[in-house]
């Protein structure tokens, strides 16, 4: 076997020595994702592809039981629709990508190419809405979107990347925000019960909230080196992009109205959550719900291959409509390679099937969230197997729950906020006043920005850790990508 093909299953930079490397070897030896000779943009290889299939499908789910309907926009929009909303467009302009030519030919106006589609999307709703009758519109796309970042990551921060995005359209602020909190479960209900991934909800300052909105919210997630991600939001939008695009509908009273306008989004970005939350210096860690492979068999040689042949492909056909599973039978490798690098694609649980085993009328299994070694009966398999999935994911969702409470910190005054950013990892609960001079202090003297206002409230103190005044409300300070 070639050097290159054994030190592959060992080269991953330890956590500890360089957490960026350590990521970056992880997606990149596992054959998640690839860079492309488009500069900051990413190519997702079929198994980076296949964990996204597999979360599109689980929200995708949630998001027709919920009523809405998928819909498709196109990309470009026209300049003069995106500087229609300004506080919209200056929100986004540093990072749109622009279209003047077409072919040869320049164009009589500029297409942005989109960075989200409020704009494009409202412009129809203003001819698809006409009576209260025709309320709510649930729409949900999923595509592509393109924001032209300085520092990319693959599947954090690139200048194009997937995602779906709803807009909806409501009769009155009651609804939009009915259904803008209700969106906001759907993406912790699919963070926390399907990812294995702990969240807190809650709302953006104004500092932070969406450009266009009324309101924002969020769910942040704390990944293993101690930094925050968002790894979802939810904008009730008011009235605002309605009154800019006149969106207008004939109510049962016979007046003219403004519809009330909700959007919401996750991406790609939340595989990188997976990543960081879940791996461990042996590579990924997937959760049984959405890992492309739930189960890999290892047949282990034997002077009769037949004999283990036969057994492998008996029990592949019993389980292969039952579970997302793999036989790995490549010659040329040896088990323990196979091991290693199943172990490094983070595949929740592996089989090794030999001819003691066959003899003994069992299988050996091994979890990768454990490393433990069990030995199941061969008649009782499947229904082991469906407790054992049941079980790695429960504890994937506890080990990182734990992880957050571990790592979440209480900061009283500004030098124990200033502390616990510089110093240790995690996030900081503080009353703050509300201030946004506070806000921006902690920002530009710390690096650290304020999460979210938790909707779980605690009451830490009387007074503002950052200037002394009253206080108003707890927020979650905290590093973030």
Not at 80 to 105: N, Q
Not at 401 to 425: G, P, S
Request: proline share 4%.
């Amino acid at each position: 076997m070639a050097k290159k093909e054994q030190d592959f299953v060992k080269e991953i930079t330890p956590k500890s020595e360089d957490y960026s490397q350590w990521y970056l070897d992880v997606i990149l030896k596992t054959k998640m994702v690839d860079y492309s000779t488009v500069k900051g943009c990413m190519v997702i290889r079929p198994y980076g592809y296949a964990l996204w299939e597999n979360m599109q499908k689980e929200l995708d789910r949630r998001f027709k039981e919920t009523g809405h309907e998928n819909a498709y926009f196109p990309l470009f929009i026209p300049e003069s629709l995106l500087k229609k909303e300004m506080e919209h467009v200056e929100g986004f302009a540093p990072e749109v990508a622009w279209v003047t030519h077409g072919g040869y030919e320049e164009l009589q106006e500029r297409l942005c190419v989109r960075p989200t589609s409020e704009t494009i999307i409202c412009s129809m709703y203003s001819d698809w809405i006409q009576t209260y009758r025709d309320l709510p519109v649930l729409t949900n796309q999923w595509c592509n979107v393109v924001r032209w970042e300085k520092s990319t990551r693959p599947f954090l921060r690139t200048t194009e990347f997937l995602w779906q995005e709803g807009h909806t359209a409501h009769r009155n602020e009651e609804d939009a925000e009915e259904e803008t909190l209700k969106m906001l479960n759907v993406y912790a209900d699919f963070a926390e019960n399907v990812l294995a991934i702990p969240v807190i909800k809650g709302q953006k300052t104004e500092k932070e909230r969406f450009a266009g909105a009324l309101r924002t919210y969020s769910i942040e997630a704390l990944m293993s080196d101690g930094k925050a991600l968002q790894a979802g939001t939810s904008h009730n939008l008011g009235e605002h992009f309605a009154k800019v695009f006149d969106i207008q509908y004939l109510d049962s009273d016979n007046e003219l109205k403004y519809v009330w306008q909700t959007s919401w989004g996750v991406s790609t970005r939340m595989i990188g959550a997976v990543i960081m939350v879940h791996g461990d210096d042996r590579g990924l860690k997937m959760p049984p719900k959405v890992a492309p492979t739930q189960i890999v068999v290892v047949p282990i040689p034997a002077k009769d291959p037949e004999l283990v042949n036969s057994k492998v492909d008996a029990l592949y056909n019993s389980l292969k409509t039952k579970f997302r599973i793999k036989v790995d039978d490549r010659d040329g490798y040896r088990p323990g390679w196979k091991f290693n690098e199943w172990e490094m694609k983070g595949v929740p649980v592996r089989l090794e099937i030999g001819p003691k085993d066959i003899e003994k009328g069992q299988v050996v299994a091994a979890r990768r969230d454990t490393g433990e070694k069990i030995f199941i009966p061969e008649e009782k398999l499947e229904e082991t197997l469906y407790q054992l999935l049941e079980d790695i994911q429960k504890n994937m969702y506890e080990q990182a729950k734990q992880f957050l409470a571990d790592n979440t910190y209480v900061a009283h005054n500004y030098d124990e906020l200033k502390e616990i950013v510089e110093e240790k990892r995690g996030m900081a609960k503080a009353m703050v006043c509300g201030d946004e001079a506070c806000e921006i202090k902690v920002k530009e003297e710390t690096g650290a920005t304020i999460r979210n206002i938790p909707f779980e409230q605690e009451d830490l103190g009387e007074v503002c850790a950052v200037c002394g005044k009253p206080k108003k409300h707890m927020v979650i300070f905290a590093k973030s990508y």
